[in-house]
């Protein structure tokens, strides 16, 4: 890089910097917008724009013209198709700011995208084509700013010029806007005409639209007032790594998230309660006096505390929020639904928290009406109100309060993959208001008492495969040998704790749960139980393994083929559902996933259950659960 460009960027990083967002729907002209306010800040260098005009040719969709979208759309599949797929990020800088601007896609099916990059912005940008007026995903994507937390808009009719400049065409697009963002809390709605394509009214009034007597883009975008959301809020620093480099120095690091601290100020671990206060703000450049939102440092404490990774360092008189259940927005970002009940895993600035659960889905969100709608589960792009249990308590400010703070990510335990991202409004008290009973007598004096190790044998199968079967006579044979045992089967106790339970994929799970629940119980009260449900799926049999210890939960999975058991049919479940009569069945049109290492393996074809029964006790003998005589 040469002087020229590295003093550029030297004077950037010191202006104040100003993050905002370009949505609106397919075709807008968004990524033309961010490569016309690069091309006029003067911030293509000439061999750039000799390669622009090279990809333009080979891409382009301006004719003869230089296509300045192609700045931005860097994927391949993006010029191909002439959209936006992914969020690119792009800096530029004038005499008077600095700018970060996130470029977003238009297509519902990206909206997972749009959210991401507008959860980091400040200010957001909404295109609307001059042509075509307000549309559906105008309308998501400015919900989607609204929720998370975007005050200020600038609405830019862009393609001015596709309709011969007209000002009644611009006023009637504006007027609609306005009438549908009036309800979502912007703070501030500036309407501009522009032309993306040809420049108007992006660095300089056009006098094309010399009925338009506002502020060119660029004019506004270097005075907008957005007063920092994190400067004036109270300390928040939550703890990326413990640095422990020798014995002599142990300090903690991390971001700075919100307020500002000095060198003797108290803190307070939230989480624990403990307070200290600060020795020493430690950076690659040397100790600082005091430190603010956003600067990268290690703080040291004059006294040794318990602080982890995750820990959040807090005012001692303005503390964040300690919950294990709270309520939030959601959205989901998966192509696989979100299931109430299902366990995943939950991250919350630095901390990580390996298992939670959505309780309860309250509603879900038409976006495009702003209707409340009811809700079993959420797809891909959709928005619920939810209700989240965690399985340790977060420290947390609600949304509105703190951003930095009050957001979350959702992360499938297995694959690891991010499906969900969610805004806090607010810690459901209740939390705070039920603690555990200790208890004289445990699981080890009641088990004694039985001269028996309790476990949970769960069998897992399709309909028809055997397991009631099977666990029967596990049951008998377990009682002749004088053992205390306790055996749930799914049909019956559907008639009881679950009748109020369909077999939608939301049910199943919580069918699961609850039958967990009930084995972990009787399990702390000594008794062998004995589990008979389908339990599809792989998450739902993983959670209840993780109520119990890591040696008393035994998965014995009955593996008889489909066939055979749409033979046996021993209910006529199966020729129900093959004609439609029956929905959601396991195997015909609902899922059913199949245990990749369980404890035993039943293939059941040509052997019989007594046969079958006594391989489950020979594991158990081997595990030492029972005693074979």
Known sequence: ??????????????????????????????????????????????????ALARDSAKHGTTGEDIDLALLVD?????????ITIDVAYRFFSTPRRSFMVADTPGHEQYTRNMATGASNAQFAIILIDARKGVLVQTRRHSFICSLLGIRHVLVAVNKIDLVDYRKEVFDSIVRDYVAFASALGFKSIVPLPISARYGDNITYRSGNTDWYHGQSLLDYLETIDIQSETTDLPFRFPVQWVNRPNLDFRGYSGTIASGGIAVGDEIV??????????????????????????????????????VSRGDVLASPTQRPEIADQFAAHLIWMDEEPMVPGRSYAFRIGTQTI???????IKYKIDVNKRERLTATTLGLNEIGRCNVATVVPASFDPYHVNRRT?????????????????????PLRRATNTIWQPL?????????????????????GLSGAGKSTIANIIDQKLYAMSHHTMLLDGDNLRHGLNCDLGFTEADRVENIRRAGEVAKLMLESGLIVICSFISPYKADRDMVRKLVGKHEFVEVFVD??????????????YSQATSGKITNFTGIDAPYEAPSEPEVQLKTLGLQPEQLADTVLNCLQARGIIALT
Request: proline share 2%; with cysteine.
């Open 1 to 50: 890089m040469d002087t020229d460009a590295v003093c550029h960027l030297g004077e950037a990083v010191r202006k104040d910097q100003l993050r905002f967002i370009t949505c609106g729907s397919v075709d807008d002209g968004k990524s033309t917008l961010i490569g016309r306010l690069l091309h006029d800040s003067k911030m293509i260098y000439e061999d750039q724009l000799q």
């Open 74 to 82: 860097g994927l391949e599949a993006e010029r191909e198709q002439g």
């Open 269 to 306: 671990v939230a989480a624990s309660g403990r307070s200290s206060r600060v020795k020493r703000i430690v950076t690659y450049d040397g100790d600082l006096a005091v430190a603010e939102a956003g600067d990268a440092v290690t703080i040291t404490l004059e006294d040794e505390i318990d």
């Open 354 to 360: 390996a298992s939670g659960r959505v309780t309860c």
């Open 406 to 426: 009050g957001s979350f990510i959702v992360i499938d335990r297995y694959t690891n993959r991010t499906v969900g991202a969610g805004m806090i409004d607010f």
């Open 440 to 460: 004289s007598i445990g699981k080890r004096e009641r088990s004694a008492l039985k001269h028996q190790k309790p476990c949970i044998i769960w069998f897992t």
């Open 560 to 573: 008889t083929p489909i066939d055979e058991c749409v033979r046996r049919d021993p209910k006529g479940l």
